[in-house]
């Protein structure tokens, strides 16, 4: 019995106590004894190991029955993606003919293309591989954002790359097949301008794109005599560079000592920096244009006309309205050119 639960998070069906021909006498002495405790009607668990949300995704799919794969926000989490740990609600694929029995905290995704999924196992359990797992983010996910950071994470942890997300939407491609056009326009996208690391690099170059300034390059290399390093949002062509500055990795002992190094090896190699926070990004996203585009006029940008950029929703909307993700309105548009009062001509 231990050496069974020992490969399921410490967990064991009814009808694996069964067939390790545990009686019912048997069963109700073991947890009369302490050394097990019921997770469910058909489920226990081995007594003093620990009950983690691991463990409630590994009852989940042992209750489902075979063939039940972790997916969607589930197997983001075992995977270790960023932004999806420990998931209250446990996310299953089954194929379509069937029916699980519904339970609480448990969400269930009858898929027409189950045999298309590529079986992977992380901590013990089966889930859906890497590329799978992007296209059910896309498809399953309401805010694009959501979906965007699970690509973001799988890249920056090779745990799937460009070629394999190609082949899972070719594989997948069907007529009414959620995510496939959401996924296969940011492909298209972020092999033009490369692959941010986190959502806030992404919001940073949407909202300059959309401000008309040209397309920059994302997680762009630098060699400088000090130094390599990578800039979040890059135009080489003028050697200026936006930084996303978050309290979480710049408000450190480290970064407090490294980023004024890093600053300076860079202004030392010809580039301009500018630093950008989230505050000012979603309260004043009309100021990091303006910021920007000045300082790619200083490096010889041609000035041009810029189309109106109101405010920002995260998949690339325009609305007059103020949006929950940027706050404001904003109006971006080249400094406006003096105007001059026409002189009236007076009659005598």
Known sequence: MAAVAA????????????????????????????????????????????STWQTRIAAAQLAAGPGAVVSHR????????????QQRVVHLSVPARRSPRKAPGILYHRCADYDLIVVEHRQNMAVTDPSRLVLDLYAGEPNPDVA???????????LTSWAALDDCLARHARKGRKGITRLRADLELYRRIGCPETSFEDAIARVLMRAGLPDPQL??????????????????????????KS?????????????PVRDADLSIAGWVIIHVTWAQLRDDPAGVVRRVHRALQSRGFERRSYREARTATPDGGRTNQTASTWGTRAAVAAPPSPVRKRRRSSRS
């Open 219 to 244: 997680q762009y290399p630098v060699l400088t005599p000090g130094g390599r390093y990578r800039i979040d949002v890059a135009f080489p062509d003028f050697r200026v560079g936006i930084e996303g």
């Open 74 to 85: 589930s197997a983001a989490a075992l995977y270790g993606l960023d932004g999806f740990d």
């Open 7 to 50: 490969t399921q998070h410490a967990l064991i069906t009814l009808d694996q106590l069964a067939e390790l021909e545990v009686t019912r006498h048997q069963r109700e002495h073991l947890l009369a004894s302490g050394r097990i405790v019921r997770v469910s009607r058909e489920m226990y668990r081995l007594n003093g190991a620990p």
């Open 148 to 158: 965007r950071r699970g690509l973001f994470s799988a890249r920056k942890k090779n």
């Open 247 to 259: 309290k979480a990795h710049h408000l450190t002992d480290e970064a407090f000592e490294s980023d």
